[in-house]
């Protein structure tokens, strides 16, 4: 069973960057996703950002949209997320996931993931 482990996270001011990696402990398929999803304090999970494994495919939320950027390394097995300009409503618990089928379900519902790591917490305060 593949286990996902987040780091990078921390606390930064408003218009400041962070980088979160992603490190998956077995190799994946080329038919696989690795994606990110937040939760902030009494909120619910929402979808951040996915890319394929093959082929480098992405989608973000509109929220993140044009800040926020996902890449990949596969002989490293890690995906990143590279967060600029954050704001206050960035702050939450960034954790990644994984799907095993990329084109498997809606990309940015947390049922169609099969993999989820513990996350990595992002605190933006002046």
């Known amino acids: 069973q593949v286990q996902l482990v987040e780091s990078g996270g921390g606390q930064v001011q408003p218009g400041g960057s962070l980088r979160l990696s992603c490190l998956a402990s077995?190799?994946?398929?080329?038919?696989?996703?690795l994606g990110w999803f937040r939760q902030a304090p009494g909120k619910g999970h929402e979808f951040v950002a996915v890319i394929s494994w093959t082929g480098g495919i992405t989608y973000y939320s509109d929220s993140v949209k044009g800040r926020f950027t996902i890449s990949k390394e596969n002989d490293k097995n890690t995906a990143y997320l590279q967060m600029n300009n954050l704001q206050p409503e960035d702050t939450a618990n960034y954790y990644c996931?994984?799907?095993?089928?990329?084109?498997?379900?809606?990309?940015?519902?947390?049922?169609?993931?099969?993999?989820w790591g513990l996350g990595t917490q992002v605190t933006v305060t002046a």
């Open positions: 077995e190799r994946l398929w080329n038919s696989a996703a």
């Open positions: 996931v994984k799907k095993n089928e990329f084109n498997s379900g809606s990309y940015d519902r947390l049922v169609t993931y099969n993999y």
